[in-house]
């Protein structure tokens, strides 16, 4: 009942329950009243013929079970939420329940959870049993958007290769995941100019990582791009710490080609990458951040790797 817009519709959905529960009661009361509708014990309908309606009364056993569904009913809305916003005198509710049950799944694996804390995320990613229980987290949390292979799809990264936007350190990812992200493109048709020179930028843009493009445009829009240059950088190679890609290799979050980033000039994006951080434990983010980690790296994980990946 929390995403009721005001109180009163916590009002009206608690008189209606009540109104529903009086009405059952009065249901019954009319219907128990024996009441001789013809000499025969009949209601006076007949159907094929000789099929009739007995005006008999409600056996006992319906009666009181029926009686006993509705103080059942009653007595429901008097512990538990139901009655529009009233909590019910046990306080229950589904949010707590899933508190105290998540509570308990974190008393039980807290000692699983501290001994891969103790590790580096190098150590983790060599480790076949944290792993796997690094799999199981993303797969909760992450797979939804990146994918279950994290390959990720258009306007979801791909967490397999060594592009990124943030940086791919391990402590980097653990930000990420326990903070989230925010990657703002504003619109720059204004800052760039008219269609054509959208055009022409677009085409530098996609000179910049040697994709097809038209040279004579790309040349013109060179001079141009200093308006994208503040946080793309002079050489278009980004900026990971704002989060800003880079515009000199071969990886198109948003899409490819000339459309995909004449529209993305014209209109902007904004990218958002949930926090994790009051969803799951630091030491469960210390995990996954090491299993994503991990993905980028081709082969097994050694120390000279480890060593080459600390920089974000």
Sequence with gaps: ???FINAGWGYYVAAVTVLGLVACIALLLIAARRRVMAQDNTTGHVWDEDLR????PLPRWWMWLFILTVVFGAGYLALYPGLGSAPGQLGWSSVGQYKEEQAAANAVTAPMFAAFAAKTAP???RDPQAMAVGERLFANNCAACHGSDAHGSKGFPNLTDQDWLWGGAPERIEETI???RVGIMPPMVAAVGNADEVHQVANYVLSLSGSPHDSLAAQLGKSKFVACAACHGPDGKGNQALGVPNLSDKVWLHGWGE???VAMIN???TNVMPAHGERLSAQQIHLLAAYVWGLSKSGPVTTATATTSATP
């Design 53 to 56: 309606e007995l005006n008999n």
């Design 259 to 261: 459309d995909a980033v």
């Design 123 to 125: 150590e983790l990613a």
């Design 267 to 269: 209109k902007g994006k």
């Design 178 to 180: 326990r903070e989230g």
């Design 1 to 3: 009942m929390s995403d």
